[in-house]
């Protein structure tokens, strides 16, 4: 692809678009999440795992001090999603990207992979944990915000 319709293609407005990870427990639920804040309401949002994960409470006190929750379906693989169509799959770990590669050859949907660290592995105190969880939280924020052009949209503190 040529920078000119590189860059062509990220202008193009998707209408949908899946995040997905390993576990569909962490990365992308609060990407979902994120998105379903900061893109209009009709671009389709989902999140899914290469295998389905247990719900990770961090995730949700790091949301909720933004002022969004949990998307409501428990975590899901890709397998549960096959009746769904997507423009853009972004990818937020290694396992994720090459399984979206592999799913999506023959198809022309646009793969996107956002290396995001796994904030399981941080240890330490309770606040050490969810500043690394915050670390995921806004590098998605920036990232969705700036690849999907909306950039009125803030996260809301709450204290």
């Not at 009709?42 to 949990?70: M, T």
Request: proline share 8%; with cysteine; hydrophobic share 40%.
């Amino acid at each position: 692809m040529t920078s000119a319709s590189a860059s062509e293609a990220k202008s193009t407005r998707p209408g949908a678009v899946l995040f997905m990870c390993g576990m569909n427990a962490i990365r992308s639920p609060m990407a979902e999440a994120i998105a379903k804040r900061l893109l209009p309401t009709d671009i389709y949002v989902r999140s899914a795992g290469v295998k389905a994960g247990e719900p990770d409470p961090f995730v949700d006190v790091v949301l909720q001090e933004i002022g969004l929750s949990v998307p409501k379906h428990p975590p899901q693989t890709l397998d549960e999603l096959e009746d769904d169509f997507f423009d853009v799959i972004v990818t937020l770990s290694p396992e994720a990207h090459h399984r979206a590669l592999e799913l999506t050859r023959s198809q022309a949907i646009e793969v996107e992979y956002w290396p995001m660290l796994d904030p399981t592995v941080e240890t330490g105190s309770r606040e050490r944990i969810l500043d690394a969880y915050r670390g995921v939280r806004d590098e998605l924020w920036e990232k969705i915000r700036t690849r999907f052009a909306q950039p009125h949209v803030q996260p809301q503190q709450t204290i």
